[in-house]
């Protein structure tokens, strides 16, 4: 039995160039076995027991081509949120290193010999560290105190415990801690100005997510996709045993399982903040912040590195 | 109070990542003590298995109080020798992804652990309602089987309502009228009998009164919908019986079915409870020496 320690971070994948098919499997296998039985009672029918009846001439070519088409439609939408959560957490991580950055040298050092608030350029980074870990908890909706407790003196932390909105009330004590900053003369308005919008950007970023996870695809989006590929799956033996017949389940299972596929890829893209393996990779990001911004303040410890677990980086 | 001891072992399924925000919220309302333990296979790497572990997770590292093994063998066996020498309270068990096919003679890995460990176990199935797992817990549901001589579960359920400050709610049905539950006198047939005979076992360790439901008729049916209307964010039920018709894999035990997490207690315990709120040498020794 080995203890695991903490190895050192070097740099995270998102996705590996593999993706196992045990993943997708518990997603399709049990409409792909109810359209397999279906498929082999059409082809018996047919073939065996001359229900000829059963065959009829469907224009598959065409019904699959216009469906082809929503689907395509629906999953590059859904792609575009996928994208963009991407997009917008890319932005987190140049926006924290850049706070990071002016927090380090914008700042002058107290003047005279007092030591009152000599450290509240750091404690800005180290509330940036832990807006970042709050802002991920706060979109995967996870309890994100037993991290906060780690990282932000106890007192804070009960106190942030009312809070509906954890990272809001973080950006706040930022902005709180600039006031203070300004008022003991080590920022001027320029600075001030600078670091601000600085917390602006990142009140965005948190904005955009918010929007992605609080507004579903429209439900058309996710009820007729499905319905339609259902009926699709259904017509395809009925089309296709007049010129395949006994062969008929083995083409009408393989050209179904690219259409579910299809459809369960756009449901999974659409949510990308929704703590499951396909999401966007929160974790990874906001440990690479994290250690960045260590680093930044000289720190030695760094944090565990994020790799991928079966091809995927959570 | 003592920390509640966890014991997470992972194969990273799906449901292992949808488990997460369950033990966050379990960690901070309880001060939990969490281990995370993966035990990989004889031929397998074990560089790579350590990896992987790392990466699971990994903001329990931050957590106050969080450790992680990695081990090499057969997951039971590993998972027992764990519980043996350290103290562990509850087992964190999220189902696999069912096949829905029949399965002769397969055993459930839960019920393996259940029974070798003799410690309760936290599951969830395929349709629990992930999105309110990192809500605080308000209503913990116990089911009580009136035909059972003893209810190890309930003592596990009032200490969890009572550290969390929930709501307890005690749910059961009327059994099936057969010649034996006629003759046994000690099983109501009545609902009202029943809810004052719940309500009687329930006495002890609660600060509010527990709430009492109970189905005139015991179906799956019913059973939910019990469950449901307490709106229940977890329920403690006894270890599951195993009929013929289970052993063949073809059906699911109806709380697998449920959308909150389940409890299921063995039926004779290593502890009659978790004592939390004896001191935390005190009650590792307890563990220790059952």
């Known amino acids: 039995m080995v203890r695991v320690a903490r190895a050192p971070y070097f740099f995270a994948m998102i996705v590996r160039d593999e993706l196992s098919l045990r993943r997708v499997w518990p997603q399709v296998w049990k409409r792909l076995a109810f359209l397999l039985a279906f498929d082999l009672a059409v082809a018996i029918s047919y073939s065996l027991f001359d229900l000829e009846w059963i065959g009829q001439p469907i224009?598959?070519?065409?019904?699959?081509?216009?469906?082809?088409?929503?689907?395509?439609?629906?999953?590059?939408?859904?792609?575009?949120?996928?994208?963009?959560?991407?997009?917008?957490?890319?932005?987190?991580?140049?926006?924290?290193?850049?706070?990071a950055r002016q927090a380090l040298t914008l700042v002058d050092d107290p003047k005279g010999n007092t030591t009152t608030g000599a450290q509240c350029h750091v404690a800005l980074v180290e509330l940036q560290i832990a807006y970042v870990h709050a802002l991920r908890c706060h979109l995967r909706k996870q309890n994100p105190f037993p991290e906060l407790q780690t990282l932000?003196?106890?007192?804070?932390?009960?106190?942030?415990?009312?809070?509906?909105?954890?990272?809001?009330?973080?950006?706040?004590?930022?902005?709180?801690?600039?006031?203070?900053?300004?008022?003991?003369?080590?920022?001027?308005?320029?600075?001030?100005?600078?670091?601000?919008?600085?917390?602006?950007?990142?009140?965005?970023?948190?904005?955009?997510?918010?929007?992605?996870?609080?507004?579903?695809?429209?439900?058309?989006?996710?009820?007729?996709?499905?319905?339609?590929?259902?009926?699709?799956?259904?017509?395809?033996?009925?089309?296709?045993?007049?010129?395949?017949?006994?062969?008929?389940?083995?083409?009408?299972?393989?050209v179904s399982f690219i259409f579910i596929l299809l459809e369960t890829i756009g449901r999974d893209l659409e949510a990308p903040f929704e703590n499951a393996v396909h999401d966007t990779p929160l974790t990874s990001l906001s440990n690479t912040i994290e250690l960045n911004l260590r680093q930044h303040l000289g720190e030695q410890e760094l944090p565990t590195e994020v790799r991928a677990v079966h091809g995927f980086v959570y | 109070m003592r920390p509640l001891e966890l014991l997470f072992p992972i194969d990273f399924t799906e449901l292992d990542f949808r488990a997460i925000p369950f033990v966050a919220q379990l960690v901070d309302a309880?001060?939990?003590?969490?281990?995370?333990?993966?035990?990989?296979?004889?031929?397998?790497?074990?560089?790579?298995?350590?990896?992987?572990?790392?990466?699971?997770?990994?903001?329990?590292?931050?957590?106050?109080?969080s450790e992680r093994i990695l081990a090499r063998g057969a997951l039971v066996d590993r998972v027992v020798r764990q519980c043996a020498t350290a103290p562990v309270d509850l087992l964190l068990l999220p189902a696999s992804?069912?096949?829905?096919?029949?399965?002769?003679?397969?055993?459930?890995?839960?019920?393996?652990?259940?029974?070798?460990?003799?410690?309760?176990?936290?599951?969830?199935?395929?349709?629990?309602?992930?999105?309110?797992?990192?809500?605080?817990?308000?209503?913990?549901?116990?089911?009580?089987?009136?035909?059972?001589?003893?209810?190890?579960?309930?003592?596990?359920?009032?200490?969890?309502?009572?550290?969390?400050g929930a709501q307890l709610h005690l749910l059961s049905a009327l059994p099936e009228l057969t010649i034996p539950?006629?003759?046994?006198?000690?099983?109501?047939?009545?609902?009202?009998?029943?809810?004052?005979?719940?309500?009687?076992?329930?006495?002890?360790?609660?600060?509010?009164?527990?709430?009492?439901?109970?189905?005139?008729?015991?179906?799956?049916?019913?059973?939910?919908?019990?469950?449901?209307?307490?709106?229940?964010?977890?329920?403690?039920?006894?270890?599951?019986?195993?009929?013929?018709?289970?052993?063949?894999?073809?059906?699911?035990?109806?709380?697998?079915?449920?959308?909150?997490?389940?409890?299921?207690?063995?039926?004779?315990?290593?502890?009659?409870?978790?004592?939390?709120?004896?001191?935390?040498?005190?009650?590792?020794?307890?563990?220790?020496?059952?």
Not at chain 2, 43 to 58: I, M, N, P, V, Y
């Open chain 2, 30 to 65: 309880l001060h939990a003590h969490l281990t995370l333990m993966h035990v990989h296979g004889d031929g397998d790497d074990a560089a790579l298995a350590a990896e992987r572990l790392t990466s699971f997770f990994a903001e329990a590292d931050r957590y106050p109080n």
């Open chain 1, 59 to 99: 224009p598959l070519a065409m019904v699959g081509a216009a469906l082809s088409l929503f689907l395509a439609f629906r999953n590059n939408s859904a792609y575009d949120r996928w994208w963009e959560a991407r997009t917008l957490w890319g932005a987190l991580v140049n926006t924290s290193r850049t706070l």
């Open chain 2, 181 to 290: 539950v006629l003759y046994d006198e000690k099983i109501p047939l009545h609902p009202e009998t029943a809810a004052d005979l719940l309500r009687a076992e329930a006495q002890q360790g609660l600060t509010r009164s527990a709430k009492v439901a109970v189905a005139e008729a015991d179906t799956r049916k019913s059973r939910h919908r019990l469950v449901q209307q307490c709106n229940a964010d977890v329920i403690f039920v006894p270890q599951a019986e195993r009929p013929l018709f289970d052993w063949f894999g073809a059906r699911p035990s109806w709380f697998h079915e449920t959308a909150c997490p389940v409890v299921m207690v063995p039926k004779e315990p290593r502890q009659r409870s978790w004592s939390l709120s004896k001191r935390p040498n005190e009650a590792a020794a307890l563990l220790r020496a059952s």
């Open chain 1, 152 to 254: 932000l003196p106890r007192e804070v932390v009960e106190k942030l415990r009312v809070e509906k909105n954890v990272p809001a009330a973080l950006l706040l004590s930022m902005g709180k801690v600039l006031k203070k900053l300004f008022q003991a003369g080590r920022l001027d308005s320029i600075r001030l100005t600078q670091l601000d919008s600085t917390l602006v950007d990142l009140c965005n970023v948190q904005g955009g997510c918010e929007r992605i996870k609080n507004t579903p695809l429209p439900r058309q989006y996710e009820v007729f996709p499905r319905m339609l590929v259902a009926m699709y799956c259904v017509m395809l033996p009925i089309g296709l045993v007049g010129t395949l017949g006994l062969i008929t389940p083995i083409a009408s299972t393989l």
């Open chain 2, 97 to 164: 992804e069912g096949v829905w096919l029949p399965r002769p003679g397969h055993s459930s890995l839960r019920l393996q652990l259940l029974e070798a460990t003799r410690l309760p176990v936290w599951t969830m199935g395929p349709n629990a309602n992930v999105t309110r797992l990192h809500l605080p817990t308000k209503n913990v549901a116990c089911w009580i089987d009136l035909k059972a001589k003893s209810h190890p579960q309930l003592p596990f359920a009032i200490e969890y309502a009572e550290s969390l």
